[in-house]
């Protein structure tokens, strides 16, 4: 069964370095999304990304962050300068236009520790 | 302003019961709910989805009731199990005119199972 895959699966980074986290959505998905998920706390919409470009941000996607889909495959989260309160899970999701709903698939996610 | 959110943040049952978890959300717009499941270190995974012209769906050993008059959605586990132990969020499913969607995540209920 096809699944959203997400490296690393954790990344310990210094305050102030740049992070890149990447994702490889489902391959024939053209919708593409980034959460976080701070511990203990639910899941927060970052962004959604169609078409090559972004669709809508949320306010915690400020100019820190940023998306890209370099190729057919990548999707991937920029964040310029870290701080301590980007530590959380990162998940990346992906969906299809097709199909009875419109469920997103989550990745396995990415646990960012800012030191 | 406009959210999702749990009535009950822990919920413990024997194994054998039936669990109800419960869940409001406050946007009239959305027009497509989905109950997710949370494992430690995992991400959200698609447990059953239901669209707003619908009050009832049913999938294996799960429910999903859906009133929207008191903008109410519950999720029913038949018969739980130890497995059934995680975090269960419900998510709204907010329209946007090119279809690429958003969902906002309720605080999530930890579901503890009883041996």
């Known amino acids: 069964e096809p699944e959203v895959t997400q490296t690393p699966s954790h990344q310990v980074t210094q305050m102030g370095q740049e992070v890149i986290l990447r994702c490889v959505p489902i391959?024939?998905?053209?919708?593409f999304y980034w959460y976080r998920q701070i511990l203990g706390q639910k899941v927060e919409f970052l962004v959604s990304?169609?078409?090559?470009?972004?669709?809508?941000k949320s306010e915690i996607f400020d100019d820190q962050f940023s998306v890209e889909r370099p190729d057919g495959s990548n999707f991937t989260l920029k964040i310029r300068s870290t701080k301590l309160e980007d530590s959380a899970m990162y998940f990346c999701?992906?969906?299809?236009?097709?199909?009875?709903?419109?469920?997103?698939?989550f990745g396995p996610g990415t646990r960012l520790t800012v030191l | 302003g406009e959210s999702v959110g749990l009535h009950l943040p822990t919920l413990s049952v024997q194994e054998g019961d039936n669990s109800i978890i419960n869940c409001a959300y406050s946007n009239s717009a959305s027009d497509y709910f989905i109950w997710y499941k949370q494992e430690s270190g995992k991400g959200p995974q698609f447990i059953i989805d239901?669209?707003?012209?619908?009050d009832k769906r049913q999938g294996q050993r799960v429910t999903v009731l859906l009133n929207k008059t008191v903008k109410h959605l519950s999720l029913q586990i038949a018969a739980t199990q130890p497995g059934d132990s995680a975090v269960y969020f419900c998510a709204e499913n907010r329209p946007r005119s090119d279809s690429s969607y958003k969902l906002i995540f309720g605080s999530g209920t930890r579901l503890l199972v009883r041996p």
């Open positions: 239901i669209r707003s012209n619908m």
């Open positions: 391959s024939n998905h053209l919708y």
């Open positions: 990304f169609y078409n090559n470009e972004i669709s809508e």
């Open positions: 999701a992906s969906r299809d236009t097709g199909g009875w709903g419109n469920e997103q698939f």
